[in-house]
DNA sequence: GCCACGGTTTATGTATGCAACGTTGCATTA
DNA sequence: TAATGCAACGTTGCATACATAAACCGTGGC
């Protein structure tokens, strides 16, 4: 029952999401300290749930919780997101090899339609749209494979890597060069070459590697002040 | 101060750990229900640690929470055991990769020692110990590729599939075999063949996906018949 | 005999109080 | 002046109490 905000309850899954989102966003920045207490005060709820937020969050790698000390952000560490990318490269060769085997052509061809360059249906500028699109499309390819396992550690490599990801798509000529590289390894798959598409989809994973590689943190400090809203 | 008990206090932590293990030997069987007050108060403590463990583990992928109605331990599910296996020999193939470019002949003159066949040093019959062993072995291999959160993936891996793989080393045959591989497997990466070792490691890993695959689904017909319901 | 409805039960979800532990700052001493 | 000890504070960790919602069971009506 608040009484100046009606937007109902705030439950412990909406904790988590908000405190997820705010994470990514460097609204919370990394290496920086926050209390239970403290998020409980502006969530206007009780720590209980905001308790079992951070611990998701620890679990989901977000933040670091200290015993007895409290929680840190966690820093964004350049050699891990290099890693991240390394380990990513071997999955998604590996769900193109399924995709490649499996998946029908309907379904590639629907791909195609959705990233083809010449098209601008469905496009966005809104960063955030554009990650959703850019990582569905890699997750669409997985669970082209069959394996939802793979998909499922697909989906955790993004979570780790979203913080970079958005920062990707802030020109155009990244974006731009993204709907080409889609468009033509789906093109590959529709050929069953899967020595094409692999190496295509590598070069375009190395090209993320490589900038985020170049970040470094006063760049990110300077990508948050672009983000006030 | 629990009179009849002087193991002390038991963590949130601790009892992570032990529902873990429960689980992994089936001591909670799949698809029973377990509620808080239940498991609080075996374990001598009031509800809140177990939520939050209990929390942890549902991140785990060892059981589902679902909401207002409790807490149900995972089923093992044969499909998705396979694809784990064919997610963990792509990455083992990574991982291989890795360690035979950059693993120095020393550490893998170590590994190779370590795993003798001729030699009985180290041997265990002990199928916890056993377990503990051959995942070392694979963990320390991605380690020698210098991939830490490649290890990270694999070690989660290997939490899923523990619940199988204890039942792996039951027969000498097994364990003869899976000492012979794991020699066989260092011996290519000491003459850096990365294609030998890479075949190999994955005949190694598919023999225990067959077995596994097998042995899970009789076992799981015997556990079946004795469920009262 | 079967279906619908409502009270009761039970388990989760949340709030709050208390204790333990780490940290920090200051005072005291060599 | 620097180092050490102590005390006060703040934060987490756990326990307990209360709120809520789903499920179950029994009853009554059709």
């Known amino acids: 029952m608040t009484t100046r905000n009606e937007k109902s309850r705030v439950s412990s899954q909406d904790i988590y999401n908000q405190l997820k989102d705010m994470i990514l966003s460097f609204e ?3 290496g920086s300290r926050v209390t239970e207490t403290e998020l409980a005060a502006r969530f206007q709820v009780s720590r209980t749930p905001v308790r079992e937020a951070l611990q998701r969050l620890e679990m989901d790698g977000c933040l670091v919780i200290r015993p007895k000390q409290g929680c840190f952000i966690r820093d964004v560490d350049i050699i891990e997101l290099t890693q ?3 380990v990513r490269i071997a999955l998604e060769m590996h769900s193109l090899r399924g995709a490649c085997l499996q998946m029908p052509d309907k379904e590639l061809e629907q791909l195609a339609a959705q990233w083809d360059p010449d098209s ?3 496009r966005s500028d809104v960063v955030d749209t554009m990650v959703d699109l850019e990582e569905s499309f890699h997750i669409t390819l997985a ?9 499922k550690y697909l989906e955790d490599i993004n979570n780790r890597i979203r913080i ?15 709907y080409r590289d889609h468009f033509e390894i789906v093109q590959y798959l529709l050929q069953r070459d899967l020595e094409g598409a692999q190496l295509k989809m590598r070069q375009h994973i190395l090209k993320s590697a490589e900038f985020a590689k170049n970040l470094t943190l006063t760049q990110l400090a300077q990508k948050r002040r672009l983000r006030p809203a």
Not at 143 to 151: E, F, I, T
Not at 166 to 173: M, S, V, Y
């Open 164 to 178: 970079i990801r958005r920062l990707d798509f802030t020109e155009k000529a990244r974006l731009d060069r993204t």
């Open 143 to 151: 669970a082209g494979s069959g394996n939802d396992v793979l998909v």
């Open 84 to 86: 991240y990318y390394d």
């Open 28 to 30: 919370l920045y990394p």
């Open 120 to 122: 601008q249906k469905g």
